[in-house]
């Protein structure tokens, strides 16, 4: 990641195809996006699922925890007619569909993040088919939670991770360098908030990947700060924007 902006495409091309499906993976690799941001979910009986939210009510035909139902009822639901009728009858994708459509798609990298507070345990549902299908170079895992990514360091510690930020804290390096973090990705209002934010995860030996803007003047502000990767909703028309400067 270095020398020219990485364009990560955020759930997918979630601007032209329902979030987190195998439609919306497929569109970023069409929209030229170097990765794909996804969430991470399980279910019921401990399977690793594709979607963004703990409930099934806002991108699906369904309603409800993900984690009350096994994978085959969260399978059983269409997670792509709420988005426009053409694409009825997306699933909700497993980690093995996903680690698929990478092997297929070589050229797109992965941004997992993994929703919530996950132990080792759960950890290894995502950090072992990665290393067995030989991806460990396309993928970079990152959450919120500080003691999932310590699981991630524990189970998987040369695989790269990344922490999330939404505010700022003070032991905030401290952290990232317990953790041994590659990237400190925060949310772009901090760039705002502290405009000296992305040299100092520089100066720390981070890298930065902002997450979500989606218009050219946010672009223009992260391209300032001097971010090295830009999550977006909006792939094909940051990768645009970028061709055109
Ligand atoms: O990867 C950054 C971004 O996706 C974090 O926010 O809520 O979209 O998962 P959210
Ligand atoms: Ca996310």
Known sequence: MTGQIQVVA??????????????????AWRAG????????????????????DDTLDATTDATG??????????????????????????????FTELLDFLVTHPGIDL?????????????????EPVLRAGLADRVIGQSFWPSTVAAL??????????????????????TCADLGVMTCNP??????????????LHAA????MVWTLNEPAQWTLALVAGVDAVITDRPDRLRGWLAAR
Not at 13 to 22: E, F, G, Y
Not at 187 to 200: F, I
Request: glycine share 10%.
């Open 111 to 127: 941004l997992l993040e993994i929703k919530g507070d996950w132990g080792p345990d759960d950890v290894r549902k995502v950090t």
């Open 153 to 174: 360091q524990k189970v998987a510690p040369d695989l790269r991770r990344g922490l999330l930020i939404g505010e700022l804290s003070d032991g905030l390096l401290a």
């Open 33 to 52: 996006a170097d990765s794909i941001e996804l969430d991470v979910q399980l279910t019921a009986d401990g399977e690793v699922v594709v979607i963004h």
């Open 65 to 94: 925890r993900v984690d009350a139902l096994p994978l085959a009822g969260v399978r059983a639901v269409d997670a792509g007619s709420w988005f426009a009728p053409a694409y009825a009858g997306q699933r909700v994708p497993t």
């Open 10 to 27: 955020h759930r997918g091309n979630s601007s032209v195809a329902p979030q987190n499906t195998l439609a919306a993976f497929e569109a």
């Open 205 to 208: 030996g981070l890298q930065v």
């Open 187 to 200: 949310a772009g209002h901090l760039l705002v908030e502290r405009p000296g934010l992305v040299d100092e």
